[in-house]
């Protein structure tokens, strides 16, 4: 499998930090030196679906394809806008799209777990083109009384197109089932007949927890990969990581003892967009002219489960 264009899309609101100072117990001061956040976009007239459809539309033009030349779509969302049918299959009319479609949800990591499904289905002939989107609405379950999370999320779509190639060197997944740490339920519903129906809630997250398990095991699933791939951490040209956190990202660069200029990131304009964050940067180095040929990069994302994924990918 081979990556052949990229594409993203942003909310237009800009929330900056002293936006939400007006209506939470919190400053720029905090938000920007714990996570390096100073602003986010923020749905507000736009749908998620319209924010995927761009983000799409912008992949498919800079693979210098059709739509029609897409035959599966494979989006990574938490939440969707609508329960059914899958947003992988809302975008396609806007889109010109018409092929299957199928939405899974692997958290923060779920571009990287939708890739290897690509390759997979790639691998057995089942598809050529393959559309891989993550469109995340982070701000529609966060509770906006919370400061202690909704400061740190905000709204993006990112995509990629794949086919046939060599690009993907390397693809490694791993699970800590610890729940407790990141989840946010879905709304009850009515059903007379439940006995215990689970609040309504929005997310909920143990910060400092996350950050001990983001910062060694990226740190350590980086590590195996540059191991197995016999290269040393300079011979990676960009660590494209999950946006989470400013600090996590400089704690694994400086374990990695790499420079500043291979560890990208945009969390201060964006936030952390779960699963959207890996492929929104990407699009803005492949459209900076970085990602040349031959260039290596490698994708790592952790997040609610809890899990990671890393891939070592070569243009
Ligand atoms: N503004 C001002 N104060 C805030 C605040 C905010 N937005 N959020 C929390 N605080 C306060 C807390 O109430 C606490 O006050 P107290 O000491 O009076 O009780 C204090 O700041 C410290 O809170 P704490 O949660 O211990 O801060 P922290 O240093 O762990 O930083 C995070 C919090 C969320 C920034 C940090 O833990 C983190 O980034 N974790 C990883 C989260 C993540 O990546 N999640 C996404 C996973 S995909």
Known sequence: MKILGTGSALPKRVVTNDDLAEFLDTNDEWISTRTGIRERRVLTDETLQSLAETAAKNAIENAGLTPQDIDFVLVSTVLA????????????????????????????????????VAEGLLAMGRARKILVLS???LSRFSDWTDRGTCVLFGDAAGAAVVGEGDGVK???????????????????GNSPFAVDPRP???????????YKFAVSHSFRDIREMLERAGLQPEDVDFYVLHQANMRILEAVRTRLKVGEDRFPHNIERTGNTSSATVPVLLDELNRAGKLKPGCRVILNAFGAGL?????????
Request: hydrophobic share 45%.
């Open 200 to 210: 309504a809630c929005f997310l909920k997250m143990q910060g400092q927890e996350v």
């Open 170 to 188: 390397d693809v490694c997944f791993r699970g800590e089932p610890r729940r407790e740490v990141l989840f946010a339920n879905t709304d009850p």
């Open 135 to 137: 469109a995340e609405a």
């Open 81 to 116: 806008e609508t329960l059914s049918p899958a947003l992988a299959m809302d975008i396609q009319p806007a889109v010109g799209l018409k092929c299957m479609g199928v939405d899974l949800n692997g958290g923060c990591t779920g571009f990287i777990a939708a890739l290897a």
């Open 307 to 315: 899990c990671t994924g890393t891939a070592l990918i070569e243009f």
